[in-house]
């Protein structure tokens, strides 16, 4: 069965570091979307991705924070200068059809920033 | 402001019962709504989804129902089993693209 994945499962970086999370969505799917939950806190919606460009951003995703599609599988969400409240762990999904489709998601990726 | 709320935050049964799991929104316009589980420090798996213009959605042991007018939705697992202990999340879709999460209900089902 398709799957979305994502690598590192785990990535620990210093603060003030760039970091890159990376996502392989599952192949058919047009519409990509990453969501983060700090620990022991709700799941929380970052930004969605569609036909090469962000289709709705959250107010946590500021001017630190951006997603690219570099080539026909990967989608990727860079952090260019880390925080401690970064810390979390970082959930991409994929869907085949927008407003009325099913989300799937990967295993997550922890981000740790010391 | 939509807002997702699941009550209770945590439930001990013990394994053959049927029990029911509840999530609430405030705002009743909404896409869809879906549900899924999360086992401790892994990734979240859709369990069913179930759009607005729908009154159930069953997988195997699972039925979730959603009332929109309401603003409920609760999902059904019957003769549970120590391998359905895990956190279930209900989300709903009320704009274009993002889930607004409960905070989740942690299920333990006692052997």
């Known amino acids: 069965e398709p799957e979305v994945t994502q690598t590192p499962s785990h990535q620990v970086t210093q603060m003030g570091q760039e970091v890159i999370l990376r996502c392989v969505p599952i192949?058919?799917?047009?519409?990509f979307y990453w969501y983060r939950q700090i620990l022991g806190q709700k799941v929380e919606f970052l930004v969605s991705?569609?036909?090469?460009?962000?289709?709705?951003k959250s107010e946590i995703f500021d001017d630190q924070f951006s997603v690219e599609r570099p080539d026909g599988s990967n989608f990727t969400l860079k952090i260019r200068s880390t925080k401690l409240e970064d810390s979390a762990m970082y959930f991409c999904?994929?869907?085949?059809?927008?407003?009325?489709?099913?989300?799937?998601f990967g295993p997550g990726t922890r981000l740790t920033v010391t | 402001k939509q807002e997702v709320t699941q009550i209770p935050a945590a439930l001990s049964v013990p394994e053959g019962e049927n029990l029911v799991l509840n999530c609430s929104f405030t705002?009743?316009?909404?896409?869809?709504l879906q549900w899924f589980r999360q086992d401790p420090g892994k990734g979240l798996t859709s369990l069913l989804l179930?759009?607005?213009s729908q009154r159930e959605q069953t997988s195997g042991r699972l039925n979730a129902s959603l009332d929109k007018s309401s603003g409920r939705s609760t999902l059904y697992i019957a003769a549970s089993q120590p391998g359905d202990s895990a956190t279930y999340l209900c989300?709903?879709?009320?704009?274009?693209?993002?889930?607004?999460w409960g905070a989740g209900t942690k299920l333990i089902i006692k052997p």
């Open positions: 999904a994929s869907s085949e059809q927008g407003t009325l489709g099913e989300q799937y």
């Open positions: 192949s058919n799917h047009l519409y």
């Open positions: 991705f569609y036909n090469n460009e962000i289709s709705e």
């Open positions: 705002d009743s316009a909404i896409y869809n």
């Open positions: 179930i759009q607005s």
């Open positions: 989300a709903v879709r009320s704009s274009n693209y993002q889930l607004i």
